[in-house]
């Protein structure tokens, strides 16, 4: 009975984090109809994980004198955040989402690069399987070609792109303390989102931000809070539940994605979206399946 209880308290945890960054596009659409960007969203909201989690654990920050692998890690992270935040909070939330989840395609061809791992025949498939899907999400009646269409598509590819790099350097760095990997990875998010809303700025793309004002201050709080607690619950679940668990129940993401975004008018279901939506997640799914004798832990599936 205990060990089911701790099973399913995993779960929950695991479905909070799913829940939340799911969710999540609605802050930052709420943040940007204050006049603040969702780059600068997401730098602020990342200096105040860093600034709580330092005052946890203060000596989190020295293995980046001696790990040049944490600052790749950093950078990896940082652009995720900045690609995913941007993206579901100017594009159409569902397609910016599944476009995202490619990430297990990208696993392949990074973890055969990275960590010299060839990639198997199932592999090779479920890589085919998710760019087919792509392939009937960006076909649009609009285009003539399977390609993206405007900034949040591109966001969204790059974003997927970083996630599974992010997801591969895990992997590599998992031997240093968790406090620092996740030092590292809050740390890019606060300094790239800063760094590219000034980029933006200069070319137009992103407004400065407002003066500080009560309301959208207690929201970004509230946010980066929510971020912890969903942090906290991907640390407690992936550390009771099985790896393929872990990365199946992750995938519930989509739907709270997709249900709140729809509800709330920020997304439309297409029929061509759904179709690709579905092998994009069957091979995410697949991805996330033990295959026959493997035990080797599966690839972490925060932001």
Same mark, same amino acid.
């Not at 790990?67 to 941007?86: D, H, K, R």
């Not at 395609?105 to 025949?121: D, G, H, I, N, Y």
């Not at 003539?144 to 598509?153: E, F, Q, R, S, Y």
């Given at each position: 009975?205990?060990?089911?209880?701790?099973? @399913?308290?995993?779960?929950?945890?695991?479905?909070?984090?799913?829940?939340?960054?799911?969710?999540?596009?609605?802050?930052?659409?709420?943040?940007?109809?204050?006049?603040?960007?969702?780059?600068?969203?997401?730098?602020? !909201?990342? #200096? %105040?994980?860093?600034?709580?989690?330092?005052?946890?654990?203060?000596?989190?920050?020295?293995?980046?004198?001696?790990?040049?692998?944490?600052?790749? %890690?950093?950078?990896?992270?940082?652009?995720?955040?900045?690609?995913?935040?941007?993206?579901?909070? !100017?594009?159409?939330?569902?397609?910016?989402?599944?476009?995202?989840?490619?990430?297990?395609?990208?696993? #392949?061809?990074?973890?055969?690069?990275?960590?010299?791992?060839?990639?198997?025949?199932?592999?090779?498939?479920?890589?085919?399987?998710?760019?087919?899907?792509?392939? !009937?999400?960006?076909?649009?009646? @609009?285009?003539?070609?399977?390609?993206?269409?405007?900034?949040?598509?591109?966001?969204?590819?790059?974003?997927?792109?970083? /996630?599974?790099?992010?997801?591969?350097?895990?992997?590599?760095?998992?031997?240093?303390?968790?406090?620092?990997?996740?030092?590292?990875?809050?740390?890019?998010?606060?300094?790239?989102?800063?760094?590219?809303?000034?980029?933006?700025?200069?070319?137009?793309?992103?407004?400065?931000?407002?003066?500080?004002?009560?309301?959208?201050?207690?929201?970004?709080?509230?946010?980066?809070?929510?971020?912890?607690?969903?942090?906290?619950?991907? @640390?407690?679940?992936?550390?009771?539940?099985?790896?393929?668990?872990?990365?199946? !129940?992750?995938?519930?993401?989509?739907? /709270?994605?997709?249900?709140?975004?729809?509800?709330?008018?920020?997304?439309?279901?297409?029929?061509?979206? %759904?179709?690709?939506?579905?092998?994009?997640?069957?091979?995410?799914?697949?991805?996330?399946?033990?295959?026959?004798?493997?035990?080797?832990?599966?690839?972490?599936?925060?932001?």
């Amino acid at each position: 009975m205990s060990l089911d209880r701790s099973r @399913q308290r995993a779960a929950l945890a695991l479905l909070l984090n799913a829940f939340v960054w799911g969710c999540s596009w609605y802050p930052f659409r709420y943040l940007e109809d204050r006049g603040l960007h969702p780059l600068w969203a997401t730098s602020l !909201i990342y #200096v %105040l994980c860093l600034a709580l989690l330092l005052a946890w654990r203060p000596n989190a920050w020295r293995p980046l004198l001696s790990s040049p692998w944490l600052w790749l %890690l950093m950078a990896a992270s940082g652009l995720t955040n900045v690609s995913f935040n941007w993206a579901v909070t !100017i594009g159409d939330v569902v397609r910016v989402v599944l476009l995202f989840y490619l990430m297990p395609a990208w696993s #392949v061809l990074l973890a055969w690069l990275l960590l010299r791992e060839r990639p198997t025949q199932a592999a090779l498939l479920r890589l085919v399987l998710a760019l087919a899907g792509v392939v !009937i999400v960006l076909k649009t009646p @609009q285009s003539d070609w399977p390609l993206p269409v405007g900034l949040p598509d591109w966001l969204a590819l790059a974003g997927g792109f970083t /996630f599974a790099l992010t997801n591969v350097l895990l992997r590599r760095l998992r031997a240093l303390p968790e406090a620092s990997r996740m030092g590292a990875m809050f740390g890019g998010g606060a300094l790239l989102a800063a760094t590219v809303a000034l980029l933006g700025q200069s070319h137009g793309l992103a407004t400065p931000p407002p003066t500080p004002a009560l309301g959208w201050l207690v929201v970004a709080l509230l946010t980066g809070l929510a971020f912890l607690a969903a942090n906290a619950g991907l @640390q407690y679940g992936a550390a009771h539940l099985p790896a393929a668990a872990t990365s199946l !129940i992750m995938l519930t993401e989509v739907m /709270f994605a997709s249900v709140s975004s729809v509800l709330l008018g920020a997304a439309e279901l297409q029929a061509r979206t %759904l179709l690709g939506g579905v092998l994009i997640l069957l091979a995410a799914a697949w991805a996330a399946w033990p295959e026959r004798g493997n035990r080797t832990p599966g690839p972490d599936t925060s932001h």
